[in-house]
């Protein structure tokens, strides 16, 4: 199966690698490193990965894989890449995401009645493109497959590997790749972390969700409208 895989400008650099590093090790997947334009991509920590196929590359794939990160909103901008985006989707098996990477989704009208997840934090903007927001570190209706946020991308990985290919070769890579979290704290999600620690986050993202809200919905908009 031909997999593609977004990469962008302040991308999150766990929502990519923990993936890949999964699919890279299952033999029936021939994958596709894509971005908006081919060279050199700076994620939002400031590493640096190389991209050698723009989107205009890829004619075509069975799997469509979109990241998240801060360069999101970037991409919510841009309503050609977000048009090519949905055509791509439109004819993909599986249409994925990780973290943020479902509002890009959303905005192309890929999870229109859809039980998805996202980033917790975003997670209320899925409506706005008619989404249904459901509670998962990894949703799967029908075709459509999201995970939660930047950590969560290697289990929707693992889930997508024992979809598409079988429960055993998703249980042999995990094992391959020692994926047994035994985190410190009780502390990965609103639901259980302390309550102030939540309203911390919550308060430093204030401006960050008020900005994709917008640029959600006015990307959603755009694409929405007839093509003169």
């Not at 199966?1 to 650099?13: D, E, G, K, S, Y």
């Not at 901008?77 to 989704?105: W, Y």
């Not at 509670?135 to 969560?152: F, K, P, Q, S, Y």
């Not at 308060?203 to 809200?213: A, D, I, P, V």
Request: aromatic share 8%; with cysteine; hydrophobic share 40%.
């Amino acid at each position: 199966m031909r997999l593609a895989m977004m990469i962008f400008p302040n991308v999150t650099m766990q929502d990519f690698i923990g993936p890949y590093e999964v699919f890279s090790r299952v033999d029936k997947f021939t994958i596709d490193v894509f971005s908006p334009k081919s060279g050199e991509i700076k994620t939002d920590t400031g590493l640096t990965f190389k991209s050698s196929q723009n989107i205009d590359d890829v004619k075509g794939c069975d799997i469509l894989f979109i990241p998240g990160g801060s360069g999101v909103n970037q991409l919510l901008e841009d309503s050609s890449l977000l048009t090519k985006i949905a055509q791509l989707g439109m004819r993909a098996q599986f249409v994925t995401s990780v973290c943020t990477g479902a509002l890009v989704l959303a905005a192309c009208g890929l999870l229109e009645g859809y039980r998805a997840t996202t980033h917790w934090r975003y997670a209320d903007l899925l409506p706005l493109c008619k989404a249904i927001p459901f509670e998962g570190r990894v949703v799967v209706d029908r075709n459509r497959i999201t995970g939660g946020g930047v950590t969560a991308g290697i289990d929707f990985a693992l889930h997508l590997v024992a979809a598409v290919v079988s429960e055993e070769m998703a249980r042999q890579v995990q094992l391959q790749i020692e994926y047994n979290p035994a985190p410190p704290f009780d502390s990965g999600h609103p639901t259980t972390a302390h309550t102030s620690t939540v309203d911390s986050v919550r308060k430093q993202t204030e401006t960050s969700h008020s900005r994709r809200r917008a640029l959600v919905m006015a990307a959603y908009a755009a694409l929405a409208k007839p093509q003169s």
